[in-house]
Every structure is written in C-alpha cells, then in structure tokens.
C-alpha cells in the first residue's frame, strides 16, 4: 500500500493541520513507524494530496443537482420493471376476463349473400384486416380490386359461426368483406343449440306434436316453449334413470360379484361358504335384475314418447333437418331479442356451465365435475402438506442441530421445489399408483382384481404427489416463521417451566402461524393451477362419476376425476374444433383464476385474523 | 449478623445474612462460552427472603450468572461449566437435576418487556398451563393473586381478556412480574427489568421489589446503582468475569473493602 493513499485519504476525512498530524502520527503509530524519514514521507506526501482533496471537496459539498450520485437511473429501471410487470398482469387479466365474460352473450345472427350467389348465416365472431394474395386479386372483378387497392392492399374478413356442423362438416367460416352482395338480420332465424352436433342456425318449418303436425304460419312460440319443457323433463327423468338409479343398482351388482369373489379367494370355489353366498346372493340378484329391467322399460317408454315431438327445421339453403324437441337445449330467436330476454340467455347459460356436466366432447354443457375435482384435490393436498411441511420444518429449525447435515438437508429442500413438475407425476405412478397402490389392491381389494383400485391414477395419489411437489415451499416458508419468533418469547416459556415442546406449541407455532399460512397459500396457489403432474396420475377427460357420491364409503379416494387446468387444455387443444372451443378456453381460464383466488383469499383472510391476534403491540 | 470478609479466590465478602439462612451457594462457579470464558470462579451466597443486586460494568458477566441460577444458559450450544451452583443441598448442575423442574422453582423477568401475544389472564396463567392446571376457579384465583402482587390489579381488573400486547411498557414488566409468581416460585431473578421503562414506571416495579422483599428470595441485575442501591439489602461487584466484593448494600456503597468497587460504585469508572 503506498503511503500517499493512506496519508490522503485519513487527510481528506479529519482536516487536521499539518502540525496536528504530526503529532498524531507519532503518537499513534508509535516506535514502530515514528522514524523521522517516514514521518518527513507523509508529510510531503500530505502536501501533494492537498490541492485535489480541496477540488474534491468542492465538488462533494456542490448542491448541483449530480445525475449519477443520485441513483436515479436505477430508480427509474426498478419503477420500470415493476409497471412492465404490473401491466403484462393487468393485460392478461382483462383479457381473461373480457373474453370469459362475453362469450355467453347472444349474438345476433347475419343472413349473408355472397356475389357467387351462395347464401349463409351465422354469428359474428370477429373480423380481421388481411392482405389477400396476388392469386385471389387476381380472380376478383376490376371494382372489387379497385377497393382493395384504394385501402393499400389490404382487406377486411369476418369469421362466422355458421353452425350445423352435421351439414356443413365445418362451424366457422370466414367471409372476405369483397364476397359479400348484401347482409341482412332476418328476425326468423333461430339460434338452436343441440344435444349433439352442436348449435344448427335456420329457421323452423313445422313443428310434430304426437301426430299433430303444425306448420310455420300457426305454429305459436308459446307452444314449443311448452313442449320444450315438458321434453327437458322427460330428458331428465330418462338421464336420472340411466345414470342414477341404473348406475345405483349396477353398483349393488358389481357389490354383489365382488362379494361373492371375495369368499372364493377366501374359501374356495367348492366351499360351503362360497354355496351359501352363492344362494344368499341369488334372491337379491334376481331381485335388483327385475327392478332394472322395470327402470329400462320405463326410460325407453319415455325415448318413444321423445321421438313423436320432433320439430322440422331448415338453414338458409333450405336444407331440412328433422329434430327432436328433447335434443333441443336452448333456442332463441337471435335477431329478435330485448336486452332482458338477452339477459336471461346469457344467465342461463352461465347457470348449465357452473352446475352441469360437459357434453359434447367437453366443449359444450358445464364444468361442475371439473369444479369439483379441483376443490377436492385443493382441499385434499392442503390437508396433506401443512401437517407434513410443517413438521418437517419444525425439526430442522427447532430441534436438529443446525450443522452440515441440516444445511444438506436443507439445501436438497429448496432443490426439490426446483425440480420440473411433470417429475414428480413420474414418481406419483411409479410409487403411489404402481407400489403402494398395487400393494394396497393386493391387500385390501385382491377380489377387484385385474382391475385395479388404488393401483391407478386416483384424486388421493394425485393429491399427494402434489403435496410433494409443494412441501418445499411449506417447509422453507415455514422455517423462516419460526426463525422470527423473537428468542425473548422462547426464554420467557421456558422459564416459567416449560418444556421445549410445550414453548413450540404454545408460543412459537402460533406466533409463526401467519408466516407458516403464507407458506400454504403459495403451496396452494401453486398446486391449484399445477397440470402437468395430473395428467399422469388421475386427471381425465371426463370422469364417469364424482369422487364423493351417496355410496359407502361416501368419499371414493382411488377415483380419477376432473380438473379445470386440464380441461382448458383438452377442451382447448384436444377438441374437434379449436376455434369453437376457444371461447370456453377463456371462460373455464377465467373460472380457474376465480376458483384460486377465491381459495387464496379464504386462507389470506384467516391469515390476517391470526396476524390480529398475534401481531398487536410491538416488542 | 454481618459476617466477617471471608471469600474465596481473593473476593472481599461481607453479607448480611438472611433472616431464614442460606438459599442458594455457588462454590467456584466458571462458566465459558465456547473458548471465551464468562465466569471465573464465582463463590457467592444467596441468603433467603432478601434483595441481592449483582452490578458491575456491561460485560462482566452478572447476567450470565443470574442465567446461570435457572440455568437458561443451557440453550446456548458450546456451553460448558465447572464448580457448583446448591440450592437446598442440591447441585443444580447435577446430570440428574431436571431443568423443567429447577426452572418451575425460579421465577424469571427480563430486561425487556415480553409478555404472551395473549390475554393478560392467559398470560398469567401460563406456568399453570404448563404444569397441566386446568381448574377454573383455581387459575381465576392465580390471576387475582399474582395481579395484586404485581400491583396490576386495579388497571386490568375490568380487562383480563384483553390482549396483554395492549398494556403499556411498565405494565408489561408488571405483567411479566406477575407472570413469574404464578407458579409460586421460591426466587425471583430479575435481569435488569427496569431498563427499558421510564422512570415512573420504574419506580412503580421498585416498589413492587420492596412489597415481594420477605416473600420471595430476589437476585436483581442492574445497571443502575441507585437502583441496586434503594432496594437491595446485598450488592455483589462483578468485573471481567470475577466477582470482586459482596457485601451488605449499605457497606458496599458507603465504604467497600476493595479500590476497583470504590471507583465503581463512585462513578469513576463502568
């Protein structure tokens, strides 16, 4: 180090004399450096530094405004990153939330003509600008050229939902603004969504009341308003026949079978138990195969009663199809609409979406199921994790002596919750479905056999895999809580005779519980939305029945179920029709993000309860 | 009976005895943290039903010692002892004691306020709690006792269930006081609990001291030698670790024995 830094720097910062110095550094330094020759260095060396140190000093203790001192750079980088990220969630949220909003809004319905002569209708879904191809100008006539000249070559398109996909092979169909001859609005055309194949857009022609054949001119509204609800009880009773009380009394067969195995296994084939099941099973078979037949009777006495009301409807090519009134879901006369009748469509038909199941290969009917199953596994893995998480935890920080294993420990943690999560729905299968559940099937459900029980995807390994995946952010979460429980808390518990335990139970847990809930609202928040995972181990496409159901034991842990993330995909990007399932990939988005805040603000709000009861005052 | 200087390892030792003899007697108590050692030598006596202050300069090692007593050194890791520390013919350090046990005999206050996030009630309660009392009617006696003790009685009276976080800081150290008689402790250790209050507040816990005087055997650490002065009826000079003279208050602050107290208690030095 030379000399003249050190002499410079300790000048700059006690602004002694010279002389002052000198003393200073003799008896500072003492014997050791006090030789004259070194003193005489500094001295000079102080000399030399003084004239910089006074230009330094000027511009120090400037009050001109210094760009760089300031940090104001950084300062605008920092706001800036942050608004960037404060918008992209704002844009993204509005336009979830645009698009989820509207798409159950009725739109009217176009009657368009084209210059070719062919006629369609449909609704507007949405236009773009394009540039048609030097190819299509070509083909157009010399006016139509013109207007696409006149707008820099540019054109406009409309996509419209054109619907009766059982005529046309397709739903939507673009429109190219120079096609078209004229566009009308008929009040006639009737919005009809079906059963099946999806909505038809045309307009009824005559109407089959059991034999009593209306046509148009006299056929009242009214009526087929009527005759549409009494189908849509018909098609109620037949469904809750068929699912409900059929499924139930297939439940009690396969009960039965599976009984009458169980004692096979057991006992034998030849045994007199297996005999007397055998005989004890018969009756009751015979009597649940007599009810069943009388339930099949009556839906299929009600499916020839469906078939005598049909309607004759027509699209605007004058293609006749003949409908059943009981496919019929929802149908409206889309041109002639109040804002209240509007209104009423739309509700409606959030209601189907919120409290129904899918049909049509999801992208039609609701999403209760998937509704459903989210909450469940939600729920299930929270109950999985916290206990898990937060033991884990409370052993490392409270009682494992801190030292290089726990830090090993600790750091393979926080690694865990780097690991990509479609990993863990490995591990999920090839541990909880493939060996515990095989095992668990070979021990308790060996008479289910070769179909598996637990030995499969299910709502319980699903839960639990997510756990997994999750606990690292519960334990890191949970041990910086009880790190800041002020040690004065611990002391004072201890000395009134506590012991260890009773001072975590007592006063270190419930003072780390807000810290450890927010650990749990990010491990839920993030298991919530978490897809990838599920897919190997218990999501599907459409779950035959719901995990809770009014069978013992009530809660059906091994069934595979229904989940919002996985069905924005499937319905998204595993549907016939993207573009027709497009507007319920934002609606089911828009329910998903709900579904997670509402959960998040439930537990947010319980958390700020405990933070009340615990965090008043100061210390 | 004022006894003769006696001490050990060079300590002038001097004590007013207490009227009902010796609580507890440390012989060649040392103490280290890690390699540092705290405690050298220690050999002092508590004498049972009076005010001991320990005082000295920050560092000396008077908390540690007064730690020591319940043995809340035992959560720092590295810790290790040497000599004796008796109560009731007991080592206290003995593999066989129980800390639990030991501690539920101590009643302890700290330096700063630190009552339960809790009610006043249930903070009181608490070294029953922990004992496993539930009975109703014998925990709303505790409160009332160990409140009226603690001279708390009449201002939280009508609030029991409120949060003990609300009170102000001299009624926290109050609380805290009450706290630690709950359990019916035999001492008292006070590790310098008036220093983070104001001096009306202080003077509220030194009457507190002088009420609990007779009842309770009371070892007060304080940085503050009127303080020490006014309440206690022996003052033990600490200094780097060693304890330099103990004697009766009155002597130690009129006419010590030894140059270093006199320099201390004069305020030349500390």
């Known amino acids: 180090m030379k000399p003249e830094i050190v002499r410079g720097d300790s000048a700059d910062a006690s602004e002694t004399s010279a002389v002052e110095n000198e003393q200073l550094l003799s008896s500072e330094k003492g014997a050791r450096e006090a030789t004259a020759s070194e003193a005489s260095d500094h001295i000079r060396a102080k000399d030399e530094m003084l004239p910089e140190k006074g230009g330094r000093g000027v511009s120090r203790k400037s009050m001109v405004w210094d760009f760089k001192a300031r940090g104001e750079p950084f300062l605008w980088g920092l706001g800036g990153a942050l608004t960037i990220g404060i918008m992209m969630i704002v844009g993204f949220v509005v336009l979830i939330v645009y698009n989820g909003l509207l798409t159950f809004y009725p739109k009217p319905i176009e009657r368009v003509v084209l210059k070719s002569g062919a006629i369609l209708a449909g609704e507007t879904t949405r236009s773009e600008v394009f540039r048609p191809g030097p190819e299509t100008l070509k083909n157009l006539s010399p006016q139509d050229r013109k207007l696409v000249e006149d707008l820099n070559g540019y054109a406009t398109r409309n996509l419209y939902r054109t619907g009766n996909f059982d005529l046309y092979n397709d739903d939507f169909r673009w429109v190219s603004d120079y096609d078209v001859a004229e566009i009308h609005r008929p009040r006639d055309l009737i919005f009809l969504e079906r059963m099946e194949w999806g909505p038809f857009i045309g307009t009824i022609k005559s109407a089959d009341f059991n034999g009593k054949i209306v046509d148009k001119e006299s056929l009242k509204w009214d009526e087929l308003k009527l005759q549409h609800r009494q189908a849509e009880k018909r098609r109620k009773r037949v469904k809750e026949i068929e699912r409900d009380q059929l499924g139930a009394i297939n439940h009690l067969l396969e009960r039965d079978r599976l009984k009458l195995r169980k004692v096979e296994i057991k006992h034998g084939k030849q045994s007199a138990e297996y005999l007397r099941t055998l005989e004890d099973l018969k009756g009751k078979e015979d009597e649940l195969q007599s009810r069943h037949e009388e339930l099949s009777r009556e839906a299929a006495i009600l499916k020839e009663l469906d078939a005598k009301y049909t309607v004759t409807m027509a699209d605007v090519g004058g293609r006749e199809v003949n409908l059943r009134i009981s496919d019929m879901v929802r149908f409206y006369p889309a041109n002639d609409l109040s804002f209240v009748e509007k209104l009423g469509i739309y509700l409606s038909r959030w209601w189907e979406f919120l409290t129904d199941e899918p049909r049509e290969a999801n992208t039609e009917g609701g999403v209760m199921p998937a509704i459903f199953g989210t909450f469940c596994m939600t729920v299930l893995m929270s109950l999985a994790v916290a206990p898990f998480g937060v033991m884990a935890a409370l052993y490392l920080r409270e009682y494992a002596r801190q030292g290089r294993l726990v830090s090993l420990v600790r750091i393979c943690v926080n690694n865990l919750a780097g690991v990509p999560s479609i990993v863990y729905g490995v591990f999920g299968l090839g541990f909880f479905a493939y060996v515990l559940g095989g095992s668990i099937d070979q021990l308790f459900f060996p008479e289910r056999l070769p179909n598996p029980t637990f030995g499969t995807g299910g709502l319980l390994w699903a839960s639990l895999t997510l756990a997994l995946l999750t606990v690292p952010v519960v334990i890191v979460a949970t041990e910086e809580a009880l790190a800041a429980v002020p040690q004065s808390m611990r002391e004072a518990s201890l000395a009134c005779g506590a012991s260890k335990w009773q001072t975590i139970k007592n006063i270190v847990l419930p003072r780390a519980m807000p810290g450890i809930m927010t650990g749990l609202i990010l491990a839920m928040a993030r298991g919530a939305g978490e897809v990838a995972p599920l897919m190997l181990i218990g999501v599907v496409k459409m779950a035959p029945e719901l995990p809770i159901d009014q069978f013992f034991p009530y809660i059906h842990l091994e069934r595979s179920f229904m989940h919002l993330g996985f069905h924005i995909y499937d319905v998204g990007f595993q549907s016939r029709n993207s573009e027709a399932a497009k507007p319920m990939v934002f609606v089911t988005t828009l329910l998903l993000i709900f579904l997670v805040f509402l959960m998040n603000a439930a537990s947010i709000t319980l958390r700020n309860r405990l933070k009340r009861k615990f965090f008043t005052g100061h210390f | ?270």
């Open chain 2, 1 to 270: 009976m004022a006894a003769e200087p006696r001490g050990s390892n060079g300590t002038v030792y001097h004590v007013k005895a207490g009227p009902d003899g010796t609580l507890l007697s440390m012989k060649d108590f040392s103490l280290w943290y890690g390699l540092a050692q705290a405690l050298f030598n220690v050999s002092m006596t508590v004498e049972k039903g009076l005010v001991t202050a320990l005082i000295g300069p920050s560092g000396c090692g008077k908390s540690t010692l007064l730690r020591a007593i319940n043995r809340m050194n035992d959560l720092i890791e590295g810790l290790k002892c040497s000599g004796k520390i008796v109560l009731d013919g007991t080592d206290i350090y003995d593999p066989s004691v129980d800390v639990i046990g030991l501690r539920k005999l101590m009643g302890m206050v700290f330096q700063k306020p630190n009552p339960f996030p809790m009610s006043i009630a249930e903070n009181v309660t608490y070294p029953l709690k922990v004992d496993g009392i539930r009975d109703k009617r014998i925990l709303k006696e505790t409160v009332e006792k160990a409140l009226k003790a603690a001279a708390l009685w009449d201002e939280v009276e009508d609030r029991l269930n409120e949060n003990a976080l609300s009170l102000s800081g001299g009624q926290q150290q109050r609380l805290c006081i009450a706290r630690a008689i709950a359990g019916e402790p035999e001492v008292l250790l006070m590790d310098e609990p008036c220093s983070a209050l104001d001096p009306v507040a202080t003077a509220k816990i030194e009457d507190l001291i002088d009420e609990l005087k007779g009842r309770y055997t009371i070892v007060i650490v304080t940085h503050n030698m009127q303080q020490a002065a006014r309440v206690s009826d022996n003052t033990a000079f600490m200094y780097l670790g060693r304890l330099i003279e103990y004697g009766e208050t009155s002597v130690i602050f009129t006419n010590p024995k030894v140059d270093k107290t006199m320099e201390y208690v004069t305020g030349r030095f500390g």
